[in-house]
């Protein structure tokens, strides 16, 4: 699918295209290729004169290649964006972003190209922006900047939601009766939430690299360069609340664990004093099974009912004893 984005009074204006002859028509400052057909990279590099990397958004692609600068002055940012699909799980999607300076071929003031395989939420956030509030962008340079701050912001929501769910599981990890039951589903949404918040701050670790290469390139005006700037710093908090959670559910795994080895705990100790209490009665009944001739008690009629109460009452004392002492809660 190609999308082009262009400006009118203002506000972003979306327009699918289906031919050659349907591209030439506008003049945006933002080409989108979601999915990008063999033809529709031939319809960009017949009408814009560029050529898309058949590399762009592998995902094997060198560290060191993924911002570099053409000699015609071509920016190439390759950037991973936060995607939480149906199943609340959290993966990143590679976008290749062509940033094109101002030229006569373009007719513009220059336009960005973006190739992705996937529907960013952080696009389709800057597309209802763009439509409600008139004067958000102004070129190219502000598309880029905008979906770089709009995944941020996609971050920083689905933060606040990793900290509800860990918020939940505490209260159910610091409840009076923490069942083993109750323990695995804690963990099992522990295990969730880290995993998330792991992939969310390797996503601003990206980003930040991103907006640093930007800021490096020199192509920004002064006040995009605040505007970049303002958004390393969002993603500086964002990096230390994702911090902050590690803490929080390292805190909430430990508690979890520690209350498992508590009910495990209470099991072996329930089994250690049912071993005592049987010491006495498995003696007694060694002492009366041992096949000695001259036994006091051999040829007693009541000695059978003797052995069985006494090994009874054995087994009774150190159970009342225990018990007493609260060694049985």
Same mark, same amino acid.
């Not at 940012?77 to 990143?92: G, N, P, V, W």
């Not at 069942?179 to 963990?187: C, K, R, S, Y």
């Not at 664990?257 to 705990?265: P, R, S, T, Y």
């Given at each position: 699918?190609?999308?082009?984005?262009?400006?009118?009074?203002? @506000?972003?204006?979306?327009?699918?295209?289906?031919?050659?002859?349907?591209?030439?028509?506008?003049?945006?400052?933002?080409?989108?290729?979601?999915?990008?057909? #063999?033809?529709?990279?031939?319809?960009?590099?017949?009408?814009?004169?560029?050529?898309?990397?058949?590399?762009?958004?592998?995902?094997?692609? !060198?560290?060191?290649?993924?911002?570099?600068?053409?000699?015609?002055?071509?920016?190439?940012?390759?950037?991973? /964006? #936060?995607?939480?699909?149906?199943?609340?799980?959290?993966?990143?999607?590679?976008?290749? /972003?062509?940033?094109?300076?101002?030229?006569?071929?373009?007719?513009?003031?220059?336009?960005?190209?973006?190739?992705?395989? !996937?529907?960013?939420?952080?696009? @389709?956030?800057?597309?209802?922006?763009?439509?409600?509030?008139?004067?958000?962008?102004?070129?190219?340079?502000?598309?880029?900047?905008?979906?770089?701050?709009?995944?941020?912001?996609?971050?920083?929501?689905?933060?606040?939601?990793?900290?509800?769910?860990?918020?939940?599981?505490?209260?159910?990890? #610091?409840?009076?009766?923490?069942?083993?039951?109750?323990?695995?589903?804690?963990?099992?949404?522990?295990?969730?939430?880290?995993?998330?918040?792991?992939?969310?701050? @390797?996503?601003?670790?990206?980003?930040?690299?991103?907006?640093?290469?930007?800021?490096? *390139?020199?192509?920004?005006?002064?006040?995009?360069?605040?505007?970049?700037?303002?958004?390393?710093?969002?993603? &500086? *908090?964002?990096? *230390?609340?994702?911090?902050?959670?590690?803490? %929080?559910?390292?805190?909430?795994?430990?508690?979890?664990?520690?209350?498992?080895?508590?009910?495990?705990?209470?099991?072996?100790?329930? /089994?250690?004093?049912?071993?005592?209490?049987?010491?006495?009665?498995?003696?007694?009944? *060694?002492?009366?099974?041992?096949?000695? %001739?001259?036994?006091?008690?051999? &040829?007693?009629?009541?000695?059978?009912?003797?052995?069985?109460?006494?090994?009874?009452?054995?087994?009774?004392?150190?159970?009342?004893?225990?018990?007493?002492?609260?060694?049985?809660?």
């Amino acid at each position: 699918m190609l999308n082009v984005f262009s400006l009118s009074n203002g @506000r972003l204006f979306q327009e699918e295209i289906e031919s050659l002859e349907e591209l030439a028509r506008f003049r945006p400052i933002w080409v989108d290729l979601e999915e990008p057909t #063999l033809e529709e990279k031939r319809w960009v590099k017949q009408y814009y004169g560029l050529s898309i990397p058949e590399d762009a958004i592998d995902d094997d692609i !060198e560290e060191s290649a993924r911002f570099y600068e053409e000699d015609n002055g071509e920016l190439h940012i390759r950037s991973d /964006f #936060l995607l939480i699909d149906t199943d609340d799980e959290a993966r990143q999607v590679r976008v290749a /972003f062509i940033l094109n300076s101002a030229n006569d071929q373009l007719r513009s003031h220059g336009v960005l190209f973006s190739i992705h395989d !996937e529907t960013v939420p952080a696009f @389709r956030l800057l597309r209802m922006r763009a439509r409600r509030m008139p004067g958000l962008l102004g070129d190219a340079k502000d598309v880029l900047l905008a979906l770089l701050d709009g995944d941020a912001e996609y971050c920083a929501d689905t933060l606040e939601g990793i900290y509800d769910e860990l918020e939940a599981a505490g209260k159910k990890v #610091l409840d009076d009766n923490v069942t083993d039951e109750v323990a695995a589903d804690v963990l099992a949404t522990i295990a969730r939430q880290e995993d998330m918040n792991g992939r969310i701050r @390797r996503n601003v670790m990206d980003t930040r690299r991103a907006v640093s290469f930007l800021m490096r *390139s020199r192509m920004l005006d002064a006040e995009q360069f605040e505007e970049a700037r303002q958004i390393q710093r969002d993603l &500086d *908090s964002l990096d *230390s609340h994702t911090t902050f959670l590690f803490d %929080k559910i390292n805190f909430l795994m430990d508690a979890t664990v520690g209350f498992i080895n508590i009910n495990q705990n209470k099991i072996i100790k329930l /089994f250690s004093v049912a071993s005592v209490a049987l010491l006495p009665p498995t003696l007694i009944a *060694s002492i009366y099974g041992m096949n000695f %001739k001259a036994m006091p008690e051999l &040829d007693w009629a009541l000695g059978y009912p003797y052995a069985l109460l006494l090994m009874v009452a054995s087994a009774l004392v150190p159970m009342w004893y225990f018990r007493r002492r609260g060694w049985l809660k």
